[in-house]
């Protein structure tokens, strides 16, 4: 049974940085792509980054240049750090483990973005 922890979520000001990570066990994890969502309220839930098993990766471009995904194939991680971070980056943020047809998803961790 596949299952995800995320943490490293919180309360931060404008421009500064977070890192999120994401625990993952029952599942060979090093096969499978990664990725962290996040949702807004009253906002539908959108990809902001993927990692593939051999460390290929997509950021979505309102957040590229901000922000990272990374991962650990040994300790079974994905990580997203997260910097200069906005106002409009304020959600929930979910970690993901792609399996098509499906997604799997852990619990998902706040950011707040707040002055």
């Known amino acids: 049974q596949v299952h995800l922890v995320e943490s490293g979520g919180g309360l931060v000001q404008p421009g500064g940085s977070l890192r999120l990570s994401c625990a993952a066990s029952?599942?060979?994890?090093?096969?499978?792509?990664m990725g962290w969502y996040r949702q807004a309220p009253g906002k539908q839930r959108e990809l902001v980054a993927t990692?593939?098993?051999?460390?290929?990766?997509y950021i979505k471009e309102s957040v590229k240049g901000r922000f990272t995904i990374s991962r650990d194939n040994v300790q079974n991680m994905v990580y997203l750090q997260m910097n200069s971070l906005q106002l409009e980056d304020t959600a929930v943020y979910y970690c993901s483990l792609i399996r098509l047809p499906q997604n799997y998803w852990g619990q998902g961790t706040q950011v707040t973005v707040s002055s």
């Open positions: 029952g599942v060979i994890f090093r096969i499978y792509t």
């Open positions: 990692i593939t098993g051999g460390g290929t990766t």
